[in-house]
């Protein structure tokens, strides 16, 4: 257990609605990442973040933006969702250190949007 | 980017069996894992495997490095072994998954 807490955990909305995911993690972690799954897809990255107020996008950020305030939070938002913005969201933490780094999940985020 | 390719993509086994699933990766990595993701979409950690043999229970794996492939063994399966099967690949900070292999096991 990582201690990574995802919030909501299923949601649906309606189309051009603003949504925000919430990641939370409780072991002080530096690197944090969101990745969306899809069918034929497997996980791909959305954003990440290497410090307090540090982010950078990943291979499908296009349409959403992130946040982190605090070492412990890392929002996710979709400004105005769409369709293809349907999927399951996975917050992830780095454990270990070095080239050892390991990475651990959330429970994931189901969205839906109409 | 590095590239990764999980073989076969999709399995069904009879309980009881045994199988063997393939990663192959296109560059040199830091680190490698493997995950089992369950009906309920759990991303659970099976192993953590740069290189190697390790075994728990069931399920081993093994790393070979230096010709850039990974193999998950899984004997006398059973229907809990269902799910899909994922190995990531890292360097540095960076990861990149494979599209996985869909496990059945049917009893």
């Known amino acids: 257990d990582a201690g990574i807490t995802q919030s909501p955990r299923h949601k649906v909305t309606e189309t051009g609605t603003p949504v925000t995911l919430r990641c939370h993690q409780t072991e002080n972690h530096r690197y944090m990442y969101w990745y969306r799954q899809d069918p034929g897809h497997g996980l791909r990255l959305i954003h990440y973040?290497?410090?307090?107020?540090?982010?950078d996008k990943g291979e499908v950020s296009d349409g959403y933006s992130v946040s982190r305030s605090k070492t412990e939070d890392f929002l996710l938002t979709l400004e105005s969702a769409t369709s293809s913005q349907t999927s399951v969201y996975f917050c992830?933490?780095?454990?270990?250190?070095?080239?050892?780094?390991?990475?651990?999940f959330g429970e994931g985020s189901w969205l839906t949007v109409v | 980017g590095i590239q990764v390719e999980q073989s076969p993509p999709d399995l069904i086994l009879q309980e009881g069996a045994n199988s063997t699933l393939r990663c192959n990766f296109s560059d040199s990595v830091n680190n490698l894992q493997w995950f089992h993701q369950n009906p309920w979409g759990q991303l659970i950690n099976l192993f953590y495997i740069p290189s190697g043999t390790k075994q728990n229970g069931r399920l081993s794996a093994t790393t070979v490095a230096t010709e850039r492939y990974s193999l998950l063994y899984i004997s006398s399966s059973q229907t809990t072994d269902s799910g899909v099967y994922f190995c990531?690949?890292?360097?540095?900070?960076?990861?990149?998954f494979g599209t996985g292999t869909s496990l059945t096991v049917i009893p």
């Open positions: 992830a933490i780095i454990g270990g250190s070095g080239s050892g780094n390991t990475i651990y």
């Open positions: 990531a690949v890292n360097t540095g900070n960076q990861f990149y």
């Open positions: 973040s290497y410090g307090v107020k540090d982010t």
